[in-house]
Structure formats: structure tokens, C-alpha cells
């Protein structure tokens, strides 16, 4: 068997023993649908921004129209792409095994569009929009209907106030959404397995729960093609996502 095979099985063992399973994926997982990750992400126009002064609210009240823009066509992008099948595979996973939960990074909607169900964003939505002075609370959300047709002015003002409408996802320095952190906490104290896929762990408090699960003894996969050193990962499944968490699905499948 050669290595990626068993280390493919070693991991289908951990799932087929596990009670509970807590998937955290970052933006490696959407790569293969198309969505450049963060570390290619700054291109084109905004290859001359470093992404924390783009995502943070310094970022936008320094320029509210270029990060409005910004986030404007990542959504465009995002209509455009599709889950890919790693996605797929990992909704599946949660239908065959009896508590698997998503904890994703990510602020777009692939994993629900590929049937994950009560995914958890810590770091919200692009999909969403809101005010960015919460005028009517905290979030104060907008659907796209309420500001299309208006002015077009980047950013559109809030139906309500009249003020900046900004993305729904959480900036650098702002904190997750309540109660958001506190379940996904929980999950990684609970699992037997943390499946770890598509992230760089360089972003806080997200990185900090595959190293609570690993605390509290839970088996770590880790799917991500990087070669560095993973001395918290107990396999760690070097290649891509679209590929190996469908053959990580076909071998709890073929020995349930
Ligand atoms: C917080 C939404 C409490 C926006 C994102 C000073 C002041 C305040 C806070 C801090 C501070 N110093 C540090 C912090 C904490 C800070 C932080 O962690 N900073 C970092 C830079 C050190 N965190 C915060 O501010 C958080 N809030 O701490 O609140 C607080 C509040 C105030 C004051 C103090 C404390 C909020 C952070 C949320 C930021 N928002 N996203 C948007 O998306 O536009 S973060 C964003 O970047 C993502 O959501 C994700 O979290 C991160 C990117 O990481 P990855 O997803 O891993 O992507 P990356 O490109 O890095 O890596 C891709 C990986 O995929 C690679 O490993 C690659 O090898 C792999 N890959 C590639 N291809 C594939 C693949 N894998 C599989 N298959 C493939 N095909």
C-alpha cells in the first residue's frame, strides 16, 4: 500500500471509531472551485494592499468605496464557481457518520451549496451585507433588494440610516460573531477527531481550535498540500482537498 493510501486509511479508521468529528476548513478547500486563497488572493488592483488593511475597519473608513469594490467582486466570483467535489465529499461525511460539525473560515456559501448543514462561519458571510454603524443593532443585516436599486455608489447607504452598508464578515481586530467562538470551542473539546483542511493557521482565534482538540485528545488530520512540518497532526494528508477528502469518503465507505 503505498504511503497516501495508508495514511488515507489510518485516517478512515480514526473517523469509523469517532463519536464526534469537528471539521475546520479555511480557504485551501475552495481553491479547486476557483476561489483564489488569501495568500494568492491580493492580484490585479489590489496587489498593492497587504488583505489585513483591506479587511478591517481602519481599511474601510480609510477607503470605503475600494474595500466595498473589493468584496463586490469576490461575491461575483463567488456566484460564478461551484462546490468542487472535496465539498462534496465532506457533506456527505456529515450525513454518513453521527456528529460531524463544520467549522469554516471561510466567507463564502460552498459548503452549504454542497449540502453541509449547520456549518459554522467564525468569520461571517460575503454573502450577506450589513450596517456598518448597526444602526438597528448589532448585526444590522440588509438584504441586497433593500439597495440594489438605489444609487450606484460604492458603498450603498443603509436603507435605514443613510449610512455605509459594509460585507457581513468579521475584520481583523473586530470580534466573531457572538456565541459563534464559544460552540465551535465546545465542538473541539467534544470531538474524537478534528479534521483540519485548506488553512494556514495563521489566524486567531480559528487556529487555536485544532490545538484544543488536540488537548483534550482528539486524532488530527490535516489535508493541505504544504510540506512544513506537522508535528500536531496525527496524518497529515499532503495534497488537495478535491482529492483526497473524496478518497478519504471512499474509504470509510468501502469499510463502514
Ligand atoms: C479577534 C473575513 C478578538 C474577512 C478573516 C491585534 C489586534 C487585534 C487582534 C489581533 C491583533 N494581533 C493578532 C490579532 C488576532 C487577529 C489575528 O489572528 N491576526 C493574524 C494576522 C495574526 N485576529 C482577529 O483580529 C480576529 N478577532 O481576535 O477578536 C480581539 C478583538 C479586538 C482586539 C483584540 C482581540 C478576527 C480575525 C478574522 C479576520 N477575517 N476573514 C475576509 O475574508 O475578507 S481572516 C481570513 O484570513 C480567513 O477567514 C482566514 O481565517 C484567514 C486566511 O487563512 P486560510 O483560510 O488558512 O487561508 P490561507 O490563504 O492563509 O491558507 C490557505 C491554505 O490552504 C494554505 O495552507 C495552503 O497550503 C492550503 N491549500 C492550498 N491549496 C489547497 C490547500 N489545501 C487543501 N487543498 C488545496 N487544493
New binding site residues.
Given amino acids: 500500500m503505498n504511503d497516501i493510501s495508508g495514511q488515507v486509511a489510518r485516517a478512515a479508521a480514526a473517523l469509523r471509531r469517532a463519536k464526534r468529528v469537528l471539521v475546520l476548513t ?4 475552495s ?2 472551485s476557483g476561489i483564489p ?3 494568492d488572493a491580493l492580484t490585479g488592483l489590489w496587489s498593492n494592499y497587504s488583505f ?1 488593511q483591506l ?1 478591517s475597519p481602519e481599511g474601510f473608513r480609510q477607503d470605503p468605496a475600494m474595500v466595498w469594490d473589493w468584496y463586490a467582486e469576490r461575491r461575483q466570483q463567488l456566484r460564478a464557481v461551484q462546490p468542487n467535489a472535496g465539498h462534496i465529499a465532506l457533506a456527505r461525511l456529515g450525513q454518513l457518520l453521527p456528529a460531524v460539525q463544520v467549522v469554516t ?3 463564502d456559501d460552498l459548503h452549504e451549496r454542497a449540502g453541509s448543514t449547520g456549518v459554522l462561519h467564525l ?2 458571510s460575503i454573502t450577506q451585507t450589513q450596517c456598518f454603524f448597526h444602526c438597528r443593532g448589532n448585526p444590522t443585516l440588509v438584504e441586497e433588494s433593500q439597495y440594489a436599486d438605489g444609487p450606484p455608489v460604492s458603498p450603498p447607504p443603509c436603507p435605514y440610516c443613510g449610512r455605509w452598508l459594509r460585507p457581513a ?8 460573531p457572538h456565541g459563534v467562538y464559544e460552540q465551535a470551542h465546545q465542538a473541539a473539546v467534544d470531538c474524537d477527531v478534528c479534521l483540519v ?10 487556529a487555536q481550535l485544532p490545538l484544543t482538540a488536540k488537548m483534550t485528545r482528539a486524532f488530527v488530520i490535516n ?4 510540506d512544513e512540518e506537522d508535528p500536531l497532526s496525527d496524518v497529515h494528508l499532503r495534497g ?3 482529492q483526497l477528502m473524496p478518497a478519504l469518503l471512499d474509504a470509510l465507505e468501502r469499510h463502514p
Avoid at 26 to 29: D, E, L, P, Q, S
Avoid at 170 to 176: K, P, Q, R, S
Avoid at 197 to 206: K, L, Y
Fill in positions: 479555511g480557504a485551501g478547500v481553491k479547486e486563497t488569501y495568500r489585513e479587511a473560515q471561510n466567507v468569520h461571517g464578515v468579521v475584520w481583523f481586530g473586530e470580534m466573531l483542511a485548506g488553512t494556514s493557521g495563521m489566524v486567531f482565534p480559528a489535508i493541505n498540500p504544504e488537495p482537498f478535491g
